[in-house]
Structures are given as C-alpha cells and as structure tokens.
RNA sequence: GGCGAGGUAGCUCAGCUGGUUAGAGCACACGACUCAUAAUCGUGGGGUCGGGGGUUCGAGUCCCCCCCUCGCCA
C-alpha cells in the first residue's frame, strides 16, 4: 500500500449554538470517520474543522447572554470543542475563524482577488437603525406588509403572504433588534467578489469532477445555469465583528469600519486552521503549507470535504472562485461529500424550536458510540433519512449490544470458565477455519471499498457483516459441544476467536472508538495493525497471552428509556 | 410557479450503463443451540417496485403525462 496524504475538512458550525443531530451526522462525523480509517490504514492525514464565528447573528447571541461578543464566541467554542471531543471527532486542529491567522489570510485573498480585478466596489442603499448603532440586514427589519397587512413581515420576504419584500416596502419599519423606528437609508458602499468572470473557469473545474455525487453537481451546476446564471457576490457587510476589510496589508480607502461577509472568510479558515495547527504545535510554516500550496508540497495531496447539501453552493462556487481568482497556487478540493437531512420523528430537527436531540442532550444519555453508529449507519446519502426513537433502540440493541457486544462476551467468557484468562494452546484450524478466513478476506476488501468510496451506509453494512460471521462461525464450530470431547480442537476455536476480537477491534474503530479501545484493552495488547492478511491477523495473539473479560460493551435501551427519551425531545428544548 | 432529490416488503433502506423466480436488516412464524447481554444460528411467509401510457424480444431500471413528499429558488 502507498502510503499517501489526505487533507480532510468538515464544514464548521456556526458559534452560537449547540449542534444537532443533523448537522452531525451531515459534516463532521463522516468526516471523522474517514479520517480514521484512512490513519488506521497508515496514511498522512489532516482533519481540520473549526468554528464559524462572525456575523450578525453572533453578535445579536452575544448580546441576548448579555457578553461582549468575543468573550461569547470564545466560551461557545470551548463548548464545541468539548463537545467535539465527547463525539471523539480526531480534528487535528479545531479552529476559529476569528484566529489572527484566518484574519490576516482573509485580507491576503481579498488583495489578491483586487489586484487580479475581481473586486467591484459598490455603492448601494441600506437600512441604518439609529437607536442600535447600525445597519440592518434584511431579515432584521419588520414592518407591516404592503401585501397582505401582516405585521411582522420581514424585510426580504412576508413569512404570511411569502410575498418577496424590499426593506424599504415595509410600512412602520421597525428594527427587529431593538423595536426601534427610529430607521434611515443611508448610502454604503460595498466590495463584490465578480464570479460571473470565473464563471468559466468554474463551469469546467466542475465539469471534469465525473467521479462526485450528483447531489454535489447537481447543486452547483443549478446555481451555474439556474435563472442568469452564477451572480456576483457581496463580501463585506457594515458590522463590527468580524475580519476588517483591508487590501492584504493596506488599508481599503472607502471601507473604513467594514469587515468581510461571514461567508467570505469561513471557507479561508480552512486553511487558517491548519496554519492554527502549525502555530500550536510549535512548527514552521512549511509544515501547513505542504498541505495547501502546490508549489510548497501539497501537489500529492488528496483534499475531501464533508458538509451538508445547504453548504454546497459554497464549496463549489465561492470558495473556489476566492481560490482560482488569486491566481496563487492553493489546493482546490478534490472530492465533495455532501449529505441530505436527517429528518426528526416526523418532522426536522429544529435549531430556533428546538426541536430534536443536540449534540449535548445525546452524550448526556448515551455514551458516543451508540449514537456515531446508528448515525453513520443511517447517514442521509442518498435522500433525506429519518430518526425516530425505535428504530435507534432496535438498530443499537441488535447491532451493538446483540452481534457484537455479545460475541466478545461468549467467547471471552467461555474461554475463561473452560482454559483461564489466557490464550489456549492445543489443537490445529482446519477447513472451517479456512473458510471463515477466506470468507473474512472478501467481506473485509469489500468494507475496505466502501471506506475508500466514503459510502458510508453501505460500509456499516459490510462490517455489520463481518461481526454476523463471528457468530456463524461460533454457532456452526459449537466449541461449548467440542469441548467435552476433544478440548484441543475447542482450544484452537477459541484461539481464533478471541484474535478475532482483536481484529474486529481494529476494523471498528472509525465508527465506534471507545468500544474498540475497550476491547483492544481487554485483548492486552495495543496492536492496532490493519489486517491486511486474515490468517496472519487471526495469530498476532499468541499461546498463552493474557486477556481480561471487558465490561459489557454495550448495555441495552430499555423500553422505558427509549419512551421517556421520546417523551423528553418531542418539544421544546429546555 | 421553476429547479433538484425522492416515492421499492409492516418499518428503515440496497438495487451501475434495461435481461433468468426484485434484495438486506429489523419486525413476524417455525426450528436448532444453550458458550453468551432471554443473546446466537438456520428456515419461511410477505411486495402488481406511487398511478397511467409508450419504446423494446424484455423495464423497478429508458421516454411522456399525472399524483404525493422533502428541499432550494423566484
């Protein structure tokens, strides 16, 4: 096997919340998952995520828990990256797109993108609230509705009539913010990024990805073509937080007091990240920028983004377009992974209603395992899935507790009340054995496969699979029967079967790590090597070796929890 | 209204460029086993593949129309 190197991003969750469910499952946890395996098959990997934390609607959290709105930003991303780490997402580096680095790449791509004549300046009317000190986007602005007379239309659009709104069509406008109506069109000028003039250059970047997920081409080449085709795109808003606008390192005459559109910097972060990573861990520029510069090493560089489908105009269109325009040598993405929703019981998951399971409320009741494998098992590849709570409780009782937790259990319990605790010697593998290897070795090319295609599902599937052929095995060798007539035959079974727990240990470990540490552990041994070879793998526990009994890896949801838990997360959340 | 994605067994979903009796897991029934977290293993029942036309020797798989769901946009 080559060894190569993998640049892997998720999409970054915006700051002023916990994450549900959805999000999860749509970026950061397949992201997680192939960054895993691809270690555990011994490549170079990077896996950034971060923090997106400008905008208005950070600084309108901040001041709702009544913080100024870096301190918020920087307690919200504590908690993220705490919770981050109750989900054992491996980041190599969990960022803030609000870090110096990110600030001073920001203005470098944005003087870039001026001195190659990408940058229009703008001069447009906006709505200024006096009472807050600002201007207001859209949304922020609610009146009455010419339309319909609804009264708490907003300023891009009436939520009564749908009817499309201008903020200056609103009767009594006021300032969603404060009530004020103290309200005046002011005159602001604004930078936009011309990606009509990449359009081309976009159109047949996107047109030689053949091997991407229609979901992924389909979006962007809708946005290409769709009405008058891709529009240019404002980059700069009249906020106070977020990356002041500058030329590189100059100062942007006209733009004093403006800083660049939340959309505009995120993407960079990515890269900041990773120049984050490097400062960190004390080391030199070069080492982030092997990643990212294909003239400073990142040209073997395999680079995979995971987000959902809301997030792919971005990553298709604006990021790349901020990229190509610099006309400098930065890695373009190499592959997009996106993902439909998951749906709630019925309905979606809600962040403003709060409605479904967030990722704090799911560690609170089950350990990270159950809900990384149910999640990756049922990701919404192929359309929208849906979660409900019997379908968790069943897909984790039988999968997890059932097939797997179960097999370790029996083996190494059998083995302990009829050998000890140790690997038992005697007896020799005959063609049953032969088989199951040979059956082992298809079903793991097969897992192997899918992991490399990142199809998520059908990988699930295929290990699922191979811990079902454990227990085959077990049923049809029955060493419990051997075993009172031939106990060195029994102890080969059993010789094989407590190495497979090892195996299966290694080959679990991108989706469910804490069960695959348990078992390693109870293996007594930190031998994490992929088995390339069935046979060899199935003997790196020798004769005599010692092993403990785990703790139930898995325990069942009962009834009870599973009604209570639906009961609990079927409103409001608290 | 336009665009995109879907509508396949009770449930959650697989089915690439059309090809023998449409698959998996769960649930259900029966059987085997008793080492194990009342776990495991085997067998079986169950679907006119949203509806209607059409192309074809042959369509879940291609074309047209319609219905429904979800999302994006106007």
Redesign the pocket.
């Known amino acids: 096997m080559i060894m190569a190197r993998i640049l892997i991003t998720s999409a970054i969750p915006y700051i002023n919340g916990i994450k549900h469910l959805g999000n999860l499952v749509g970026s950061q946890l397949p992201a997680d998952l192939f960054a895993r395996y691809m270690r555990a098959r011994g490549h170079e990997v990077m896996f950034i995520c971060a923090t997106d934390e400008h905008g208005t609607p950070a600084e309108l959290a901040a001041a709702k828990a009544g913080k100024p709105v870096d301190e918020f930003c920087a307690e919200m991303h504590a908690v993220q990256k705490d919770i981050a780490d109750g989900f054992r997402l491996s980041f190599d580096h969990f960022g803030r797109s609000s870090s110096p680095r990110n600030h001073r790449l920001t203005q470098h791509f944005a003087g870039a993108l001026a001195e190659n004549g990408f940058i229009e300046e703008v001069s447009e009317k906006q709505v200024f609230s006096i009472a807050d000190n600002r201007f207001l986007p859209d949304r922020y602005i609610e009146g009455t509705c010419p339309n319909c007379g609804y009264d708490k239309a907003r300023g891009d659009q009436c939520e009564n009539c749908?009817k499309?709104l201008d903020p200056t069509d609103l009767i009594n406008p006021r300032s969603a913010i404060s009530g004020s109506t103290e309200l005046e069109v002011r005159e602001t000028k604004h930078l936009y990024l011309k990606q009509r003039s990449l359009r081309a250059d976009l159109e047949a970047w996107i047109d030689s990805k053949t091997d991407w997920p229609?979901?992924t081409t389909?979006?962007a080449k809708?946005w290409l073509n769709?009405?008058d085709g891709l529009q240019d795109r404002g980059i700069t808003r009249d906020l106070h937080w977020g990356v002041p606008v500058k030329k590189g390192d100059q100062p942007w005459p006209g733009m004093e007091g403006k800083v660049f559109y939340v959309w505009f910097d995120a993407p960079i972060e990515y890269i900041a990240a990773t120049a984050e990573w490097a400062d960190a861990h004390g080391k030199a520029d070069a080492d982030w920028e092997r990643w990212w510069r294909t003239d400073k090493g990142a040209e073997d560089v395999r680079y995979v983004q995971f987000m959902g489908k809301?997030n792919v105009p971005f990553h298709t269109l604006s990021f790349p377009a901020t990229i190509m325009g610099s006309r400098e040598p930065w890695k373009l993405v190499d592959y997009i992974k996106s993902f439909?929703?998951l749906n709630y019981d019925g309905g979606?998951f809600s962040t403003s209603q709060g409605r479904g399971v967030f990722m704090d409320q799911a560690l609170s009741i089950l350990p990270a395992d159950y809900w990384r494998w149910w999640l990756l098992s049922?990701a919404p590849?192929?359309?929208?899935?849906?979660f409900t709570w019997e379908?968790f409780q069943?897909s984790v009782n039988?999968d997890l507790?059932?097939?797997l937790?179960?097999l370790?259990?029996?083996v190494t319990?059998?083995c302990r009340?009829k050998f000890g605790e140790t690997v038992p010697a005697g007896g020799e593998f005959g063609p049953r054995e032969a088989a199951l290897i040979a059956e082992l070795q298809g079903r793991l090319d097969a897992y192997s496969a899918c992991m490399e295609a990142m199809e998520v599902?059908?990988a699930a599937?295929e290990l699922r699979g191979i811990w079902?052929a454990g227990?085959?095995y077990?049923?049809?060798a029955?060493p419990?029967?051997v075993v009172k007539t031939d106990p060195e035959q029994a102890a080969a079974m059993i010789r094989l079967a407590l190495n497979l727990i090892r195996v299966y240990a290694v080959i679990s470990q991108p989706f469910i790590p804490d069960a695959a540490a348990s078992m390693m552990a109870g293996m007594g041994t930190e031998d994490w090597s992929w088995p390339e070879d069935i046979a060899s793998a199935l003997q790196v526990l020798p004769v005599g070796h010692e092993f403990t009994v785990p703790e139930?890896?898995?325990?069942?949801i009962t009834d009870e929890e599973r009604a209570e838990w639906q009961q609990k997360f079927s409103g409001v959340r608290a």
């Open positions: 749908t499309q229609v979901l389909s979006i809708k769709d009405g809301d439909n929703y979606q049922h590849e192929n359309s929208d899935s849906e379908n069943t039988k507790a059932d097939v937790g179960n370790v259990s029996r319990k059998f009340s599902r059908k599937i079902v227990n085959e077990l049923q049809a029955a419990w029967t139930v890896l898995f325990r069942k």
